[in-house]
């Protein structure tokens, strides 16, 4: 069964030793990944989140779960979030952290979202709007180094996983949804309804990849890419790469500053994680990243893929990135929210192409 969920656990099961989530000091095993989403599942379930309707009672455009926005920077919860809001069989709802209030409430109103999982950072916000949010019923708050205070009513989130369950999620379903909002940028944002087992094979598996589960934990157990994606995790592209890389038993690393891009905060990480994919976004990525490399050399050995994903790279910034990473490889990589993965294309030195892959 390809469920997001039931994937993640069964590659846990086979790989529980090997990291699956580093972030600062932070670094976390399959195993402990397992039993933190496992927990967020049971606080959600316990507050009554879960899946109310089946998909075959549904028209298409409608849900039948609840959903839980995820209201954050780059970091452990992001994935980790949406982990356990499917093991709960609720729907994650990627939130963009730079909307304003007017934004926010429409955003929230739209998705009917009846949790919130939030930076502290981000607590004043919610504190002018939360009274014209009446059907969110659960805020959990992360501790960010904000020095913000709880917010009125709002459950810290470590001292509320420390609290639940570690209850092995239960009657989960192909028909699950993954909800990807979008931007806004043609209108209003608008959520973006798929199956699971329909967005495991259009946008979470690298092509070669055999879709079934026993395949997947094969792969997985031989597998040990480490992963950066570095645009935000609000964005389907950096999230679709994480889920790719898991789904091969990867580990994913997150940048030490994910609030803005700092292109020696980047190639450090990749340096001292020995990270082998990182992804970007186009030449706005790329040309300060490149220019970071003129400041000071890093070991950048262990690098062999640079996917750009969402904006093609130019080629003039390839050959610099070919030049400047000996035997870097670079994904084109196409896609949409409503589509899935389109097309990649692969770049090597000497001015080579080929059709692409993830890994």
């Not at 009446?134 to 459950?155: F, M, N, T, Y």
């Not at 609000?234 to 994910?258: D, E, K, R, Y």
Request: net charge negative.
């Amino acid at each position: 069964m390809l469920n997001l969920a039931v994937i993640h656990e069964a590659i846990a099961e086979a790989i529980p030793e090997r990291e699956c989530l580093v972030h600062r000091d932070r670094r976390f095993s399959w195993a402990q990944v397992t039993d933190r989403s496992r927990r967020l599942g049971d606080l959600l379930r316990s507050n009554g989140l879960g899946c109310h309707r089946s998909r075959e009672d549904l028209s298409n455009w409608d849900s039948g779960q609840d959903h839980v926005g995820l209201y954050l920077y780059n970091g452990i919860e992001f994935l980790e979030g949406m982990l356990g809001t499917f093991k709960a069989r609720a729907a994650p709802i990627n939130v963009n952290y730079r909307y304003v209030d007017e934004e926010l409430v429409y955003l929230f109103e739209n998705a009917e979202a009846k949790a919130v999982i939030f930076h502290a950072c981000f607590a004043p916000t919610l504190a002018r709007i939360r009274q014209r949010l009446p059907g969110i019923r659960l805020w959990l708050q992360v501790e960010d180094g904000s020095g913000e205070p709880l917010l009125d009513g709002a459950l810290d989130y470590e001292e509320a996983l420390a609290s639940a369950s570690p209850t092995p999620p239960r009657d989960l379903s192909p028909d699950d949804l993954y909800v990807l909002y979008t931007g806004g940028t043609t209108g209003m944002p608008k959520g973006v309804l798929w199956r699971q087992e329909d967005i495991f094979g259009a946008a979470l598996t690298p092509r070669g990849v055999e879709r079934n589960l026993a395949s997947l934990v094969e792969r997985a157990k031989r597998e040990g890419i480490r992963a950066m994606p570095a645009p935000p995790f609000m964005h389907g592209a950096a999230h679709w790469v994480a889920f790719n890389m898991w789904h091969v038993g990867g580990t994913i690393v997150v940048q030490s500053n994910p609030r803005r891009l700092d292109p020696d905060d980047i190639w450090s990480t990749i340096e001292r994680e020995r990270v082998n994919a990182l992804t970007i976004v186009g030449d706005a990525f790329a040309r300060p990243l490149l220019d970071g490399l003129e400041k000071r050399d890093y070991d950048l050995s262990s690098l062999r893929l640079l996917t750009s994903s969402g904006a093609v790279l130019a080629a003039a910034l390839k050959d610099e990135f070919l030049r400047a990473v000996p035997g870097l490889r670079i994904l084109d990589a196409l896609g949409s929210s409503e589509s899935g993965q389109q097309g990649s294309q692969i770049s090597r030195s000497g001015g080579k192409t080929s059709s692409g892959d993830f890994v």
